[in-house]
């Protein structure tokens, strides 16, 4: 017979082997800190992923959420100089507002917003607004793009990144970012 395994998908590592049932397997999540992702398996097999905040889990907005995030590609609605970040949702409106409520829930989020894309017909769209020359800065962006690629079943790393100052995507990298939030040097 096999066992249930608990693991955090943020780190991808096992946190607890050997839950004989799912239940006793669920009640150890219930144990767990908030605002981190973990899934449960049976011999291997993913048969609960389970967000502990906001409801939202692995794979809940999988083929509606766009791998295209942008950076600076819409202006603060805080008249700020935040960093703003943009994700797309393709089709499914109901979709929009748990994303913008996950979104709110990550440290040193400023501002969440939405509305409907003015481009793209179907297209909704999520915004995060994030304090821009602070020591976290580039951690807050890449955090709140790391926890939610796991929700559309994607890897950071199957995302793209769009900047206003460039006409094409970049791979997601922590270095794309950080080389974009750079303050530009003093004269």
């Given at each position: 017979m096999g066992e249930?395994?608990?693991?955090?998908?943020?780190?991808?590592?096992?946190?607890?082997?050997g839950f004989q049932t799912l239940a006793e397997a669920q009640e150890y999540l219930d144990g767990l800190p908030a605002k981190k992702i973990y899934e449960v398996?049976?011999?291997g097999l993913a048969v609960l992923g389970r967000m502990l905040m906001e409801?939202?889990?692995?794979?809940?907005?999988?083929?509606?959420?766009?791998?295209?995030?942008?950076?600076?590609?819409?202006?603060?609605?805080?008249?700020?100089?935040?960093?703003?970040?943009s994700f797309e949702i393709k089709n499914v409106p109901e979709a929009v507002e748990p994303l913008k409520n996950f979104?709110?829930?990550?440290?040193?989020?400023?501002?969440?917003d939405?509305?409907?894309?003015?481009?793209?017909?179907?297209?909704?769209?999520?915004?995060?607004?994030?304090a821009?020359?602070?020591?976290?800065?580039?951690?807050?962006?890449c955090d709140v793009i790391e926890g939610v690629a796991p929700?559309?079943?994607l890897e950071p790393g199957d995302m793209s990144l769009r900047f206003p100052t460039v006409d094409r995507l970049f791979p997601y990298s922590r270095q794309a970012i950080q080389t974009y939030l750079r303050p530009p040097p003093e004269v």
């Open positions: 249930f395994n608990v693991r955090s998908i943020n780190t991808k590592k096992t946190l607890k082997e398996s049976y011999d409801g939202l889990i692995v794979g809940d907005i999988r083929d509606i959420l766009s791998p295209r995030v942008g950076i600076d590609e819409y202006v603060s609605s805080m008249e700020s100089d935040n960093v703003v970040v979104c709110d829930r990550f440290p040193h989020v400023v501002l969440t939405m509305s409907d894309s003015d481009t793209h017909e179907g297209v909704s769209v999520v915004y995060v607004e994030i821009r020359n602070t020591k976290r800065t580039v951690s807050a962006v929700l559309a079943s």
